[in-house]
């Protein structure tokens, strides 16, 4: 990367938050190594960033909590770094998750929704964030399981209305149960059936109860 032609002045000592003014007639390898000593040496340093046309304005310790992604590089004295005309850092990438970055960087927040999560983990690629890529894929492996979980009960539920509720005999009998009342419940319950589980498909509530041995 490197700078645009405006060129870094002395820092305004009275900006609180510590934006940099160009003066265009200052040496350019002098105010740019200064700009990086300035954040180098700054923690608390405000960022702003410019990426693809979004700004977004954090910290410097909060970029740098995931170790040795693309702002490690960046943030360093002996980078370059390209700047916009408001004196942003500028990175010329077309984002859609930036903002649950900066979420995961202050909060260890993520996404809930599956699309968003997908999006996410490869920006995460993009910015070199291995760690976040790490726990996105956590996260969208746990949603497959439930998935695949939601998907059998499905398939149980399909079983159920074809066969009758009693589907198989084996050390067990087994039954799906569709919508019964607590009344129905408790005499099953009752009888010696042992309750195995609860689901909901297409609003249909399905108990499934067994008898003659617990499931292995």
């Not at 497959?144 to 079983?159: F, G, I, T, V």
């Not at 087994?174 to 005499?187: C, G, H, M, R």
Request: proline share 1%; with cysteine.
């Amino acid at each position: 990367m490197s700078i645009n032609n405006q060129h870094l002045q002395n820092k305004d000592c009275n900006n609180s938050n510590n934006t940099f003014i160009f003066d265009s007639q200052n040496n350019h390898q002098n105010q740019q190594h200064q700009f990086n000593t300035e954040i180098e040496n700054d923690s608390d340093f405000v960022i702003e960033l410019n990426i693809g046309g979004k700004i977004f304005t954090t910290l410097r310790s909060t970029l740098l909590k995931e170790q040795n992604c693309i702002f490690h590089q960046l943030l360093t004295v002996n980078s370059n770094i390209m700047l916009d005309r408001e004196n942003r850092i500028f990175m010329d990438y077309k984002t859609e998750s930036f903002s649950k970055i900066l979420q995961f960087l202050r909060k260890g927040k993520l996404p809930h929704k599956y699309d968003k999560l997908v999006r996410l983990k490869q920006e995460a690629i993009f910015f070199q964030m291995s760690h976040l890529e790490n726990e996105v894929d956590k996260l969208l492996e746990e949603k497959e399981e439930r998935r695949r979980a939601k998907a059998e009960a499905k398939l149980l539920a399909a079983q159920a209305a074809v066969h009758g509720p009693l589907v198989q005999k084996r050390k067990y009998d087994i039954k799906y149960l569709t919508n019964p009342s607590e009344t129905d419940l408790a005499a099953y319950l009752g009888a010696g059936w042992d309750f195995l589980s609860e689901v909901v498909v297409q609003d249909q509530r399905i108990i499934t109860i067994s008898k003659g041995g617990k499931r292995q």
